[in-house]
């Protein structure tokens, strides 16, 4: 996952003790690790339209390499909106560093947004699945940055992303001395977390690698 820097306030989910209270008593390896990580916390900042378009910017190249691509994107306009972004040139997108790829991707999250195919305002009372559906239909958006969206921005607390390397290693360091896992196993594991998949998550990531992430 690509991490951008920002300057945004923080915003930490309020049943975060209690996830870890429930998980501790229900799996072995939670009451482990959640000691060990102090008071670090989940945290999400910024607004909906740029997390997205952060997140298509960080795909396949490094987080330096990102980082420096938003920064000279993020000049072309004073701010960062759907209908700003539609106002820019493609030429000016290509000039930051952005491929042509990338620039049609954020071109067209821009214009569900701008024209209200994405519901953002109903995502509070819409389940997972159903946000899911509407992210995913956006070109360069899969299930995977659609479920890092509902873990890092709405801070969905039962989110459980098979398709994330760092989870599968980690269940497989964690719960079974380093032998392969498959997604039966990973699901089987995380019947334990329900109903806090995600944090469980989270400590599972703080495992294989202590500096928390923001999104």
């Not at 003790?17 to 939670?30: G, N, P, S, W, Y």
């Not at 989870?167 to 109903?195: M, T």
């Amino acid at each position: 996952m690509s991490v951008l820097a920002t300057a945004a306030t923080p915003v930490t989910p309020g049943y975060w003790a209690q996830a870890c209270t429930h998980l501790a008593k229900k799996d072995r390896v939670m009451k482990k690790l959640i000691p060990q990580f102090g008071s670090a916390i989940l945290e999400t900042r910024g607004d909906a339209f740029v997390t997205l378009a952060r997140s298509i910017v960080g795909q396949q190249i490094s987080v330096k390499a990102a980082q420096s691509v938003w920064d000279r994107f993020t000049l072309l306009s004073k701010k960062l909106t759907p209908a700003g972004v539609l106002k820019l040139k493609v030429d000016d997108m290509r000039a930051a560093g952005l491929s042509a790829r990338k620039v049609e991707y954020l071109v067209d999250l821009a214009v569900h947004f701008s024209s209200g195919t994405v519901h953002v305002k109903n995502w509070q009372e819409m389940d997972d699945e159903a946000i899911i559906d509407e992210l995913v239909a956006i070109r360069g958006i899969g299930r995977w940055t659609a479920e890092m969206f509902l873990i890092f921005h709405l801070m969905r607390p039962n989110v459980l992303p098979l398709d994330d390397v760092g989870l599968i290693n980690g269940i497989s360091q964690n719960y079974f001395s380093g032998e392969p896992v498959s997604r039966s196993d990973a699901r089987e594991v995380a019947q334990a977390w329900s109903p806090y998949c995600t944090v469980a998550t989270w400590y599972i990531w703080r495992s294989l690698d202590p500096v928390p992430v923001a999104y």
